[in-house]
């Protein structure tokens, strides 16, 4: 996908070496004695968010961070006279593998640590799931996490409150279908995340009637390009759908298509959320269309949140702010409403069918642990910038 979740993970650490030092250091702080399976805060209700991910991810949008500092702000005031307090550190993995699996570990085993929100990284989240619902400890993948991590895992104390790669797939299909896309081209990486959405959008397309006749996984030369664009203008392809481990990667395939055609519809995954170079690549982005990672509605709320964040930060927020400020108040308001502090009963309380209304709108998560939320919110590129596309 995009550069602000994926772009590292050239750096995924496989080798031999690497594992044993990994199993050697995780044999060590389990020897240490830091298993928090069996402990539950108590006290005075401290509540302690750790959060994970790159500080590279994190500064080049400081939405997430800003939206996590103003939910644990806002919920010290709303709280702090009632025996609840909560705290937040950033835990920088850098997104690199062999760190983030270790920072993961003792963070799941320290027992001060109410709840983890990360990482960026898809691996290091697929590597360490287990260890926090072996440990009994909450993961809020509020990053995205793949399908293959949390589906069918019936997980008790790991939360994805973001689409999956399948859903989104799926869901850009029906989209193309609605808006009068007839043959389409698939144009993704060849990564597993956007296999498994190029593979989701292909099969509901064709369940839509629509026509897929290309595939195509390699980015290749410009001269590359040229010949499968000439395939496209042969087969009357009018569509393509943009999947991209890169962010660079699909900033460029978007030119290479625009050079060639205005009016070709583009269907993008969120590689192309990334404000600066929506601006930069201005003249070729116009009318791509992607949906949300998260289900934001608009409400009166969010707008107060948005207004407040600008008047607190002097910059407009990007969705991620109130994303990062619902994915944290989850976690603190429901401790308030089970009465504890315990990440036993705040798990519990999280998979209530009641389900938790946020500033983006409800959230609700099923047995394991998956949004039930069915459908992304979308935006379409105008004068470099995404807006809401009714």
């Not at 029906?174 to 292909?202: L, P, Q, R």
Request: glycine letters at 8%.
């Amino acid at each position: 996908m995009c550069e602000i979740k994926h772009c590292y993970f050239a750096g995924f650490k496989t080798g031999i070496n690497r594992l044993v030092t990994i199993a050697f250091l995780l044999l060590m702080i389990q020897i240490s004695g830091c298993n928090s399976a069996d402990k539950e805060l108590s006290g005075d209700m401290q509540l302690n968010i750790a959060v994970m991910g790159s500080k590279q991810v994190y500064d080049y949008d400081p939405s997430f961070l800003n939206g996590v500092e103003m939910a644990v702000n806002d919920f010290n005031r709303q709280y702090s006279g009632n025996g609840f307090s909560a705290g937040y550190k950033i835990y920088d993995d850098e997104y690199d593998f062999e760190k983030g699996v270790i920072i993961a570990k003792q963070l799941s085993s320290d027992p001060k640590i109410t709840a983890v929100i990360g990482s960026h990284s898809f691996n290091i989240l697929d590597a360490s799931a287990s260890f926090f619902e072996d440990s009994k400890k909450i993961l809020i993948a509020a990053n995205g996490m793949m399908d293959k991590s949390i589906v069918n895992k019936k997980y008790k104390y790991v939360f994805r409150n973001t689409f999956g790669e399948t859903e989104m797939g799926a869901s850009m299909a029906d989209h193309a279908a609605k808006a009068g896309a007839g043959s389409i081209a698939i144009y993704h990486s060849d990564t597993e995340y956007e296999n498994n959405m190029g593979m989701a959008f292909g099969k509901r397309a064709l369940e839509n009637g629509l026509k897929v006749l290309d595939d195509v996984s390699e980015i290749g030369s410009q001269k590359d390009f040229d010949n499968i664009y000439k395939r496209w203008e042969a087969i009357g392809i009018n569509c393509v759908m943009i999947s991209q481990e890169a962010i660079a990667d699909a900033f460029m395939l978007a030119e290479r298509i625009r050079k060639k055609s205005d009016s070709m519809m583009i269907y993008g995954d969120f590689s192309f959320d990334a404000e600066e170079k929506l601006m930069e690549y201005k003249d070729y982005v116009e009318g791509i269309i992607i949906p949300r990672l998260v289900p934001v509605s608009q409400s009166k709320e969010l707008d107060e949140f948005n207004a407040r964040y600008k008047d607190i930060y002097g910059s407009e927020p990007t969705w991620w702010a109130a994303h990062a400020y619902d994915s944290v108040r989850m976690v603190l308001d429901t401790a308030v409403q089970a009465g504890s502090n315990s990440p036993k009963k705040i798990a519990e309380g999280l998979h209530l069918k009641t389900g938790y209304q946020g500033i983006t709108g409800k959230i609700m998560f099923n047995e394991s642990g998956i949004l039930t939320n069915e459908n992304p919110v979308y935006s379409i590129v105008k004068d470099g910038r995404l807006v809401n596309l009714e």
